[in-house]
């Protein structure tokens, strides 16, 4: 698989799992933003634009480390994000986007910002360098729709402080994601073309234009419901985080949850990210 995400435009979803934005306190942020159903997303985000000169043109993404922002004094509110990103080729026809070609996916880390007065959700997602997480380990994908490669994937997440492993999203099957396959693609082809410049959410089709029309995007689906500890607890220095998007038909969750734990375990057709905030 040949990419390079350096150029590759980044977007993520925002609450496409039940219950994420009311634990993650963001609820209100939407309070103005029309859905086409009750469990819908509600927008796409640029977190990755190439070439840009605002804050979203620094490359985020490390296999390896979170930088925790500086000047904050450990009091920033930083969550470790439990996704699953998808790389699509995007072919486009009178400037529009009009498909999207699975290509491979991934464990990823959406780490945000929990800070209140931010207008676009932009402005929690990318803080500079290792701001955000990507695993090396990308997965192929020949087909998004049921009966495809990641029909039996589940996410599951962990944070280890101070010796200790604590789950901190919920294990949750791909297929429990409140959009998926068809319909979410196709939802978001009509984000990528016809979202407006409204309250928490920018105007993808001049993002697109703005950064050339690039040939591949990576799409983050949207993070999972978290655990009372994800909840409630966030990330400091020292912290070491792990995301796994695994094969739930070949790997048991205990294994997961030892190899996050230290074990030498070998683990089947699973995209690992594990990060250390610095």
Not at 108 to 122: P, Q, V
Not at 156 to 172: P, T
Not at 195 to 210: C, M
Not at 214 to 222: D, K, T, V, Y
């Amino acid at each position: 698989m040949n990419f390079d995400l350096t150029q590759t435009l980044c977007f993520g979803i925002a609450g496409n799992f039940a219950h994420h934005l009311e634990q993650a306190g963001e609820n209100a942020d939407f309070v103005h933003v029309t859905t086409e159903a009750e469990n819908a997303p509600k927008g796409l985000f640029p977190y990755y634009v190439p070439g840009s000169d605002r804050f979203v043109g620094t490359y985020p993404l490390s296999h390896s480390h979170i930088r925790y922002p500086q000047n904050m004094e450990r009091n920033a509110h930083l969550h470790l994000e439990a996704e699953v990103c998808v790389l699509f080729d995007v072919t486009y026809h009178d400037q529009k986007v009009v498909d999207l070609t699975p290509k491979a996916f991934a464990a990823f880390n959406d780490c945000s910002i929990r800070k209140e007065g931010a207008k676009k959700i932009s402005e929690k997602k990318n803080w500079g360098p290792s701001s955000k997480g990507v695993s090396a380990s990308f997965l192929p994908l020949t087909q998004f729709e049921r009966g495809g490669e990641m029909d039996p994937f589940h996410i599951a997440s962990f944070v280890k402080r101070d010796g200790q492993l604590h789950a901190y999203g919920e294990d949750s099957p791909v297929l429990t994601y409140n959009y998926f396959y068809t319909q979410l693609k196709n939802w978001i082809l009509h984000q990528l073309n016809h979202q407006a410049d409204f309250g928490p959410l920018e105007d993808l089709a001049a993002i697109i234009q703005q950064a050339g029309c690039p040939q591949q995007f990576m799409i983050s689906l949207g993070a999972t419901s978290y655990t009372a500890f994800g909840e409630s607890v966030f990330l400091q220095p020292g912290d070491s985080l792990s995301v796994y998007v695994y094969d739930a038909s070949q790997n048991a969750l205990q294994d997961i949850e030892a190899h996050a734990n230290g074990a030498e375990i070998a683990l089947k057709n699973a995209s690992v990210l594990q990060q250390h905030v610095i």
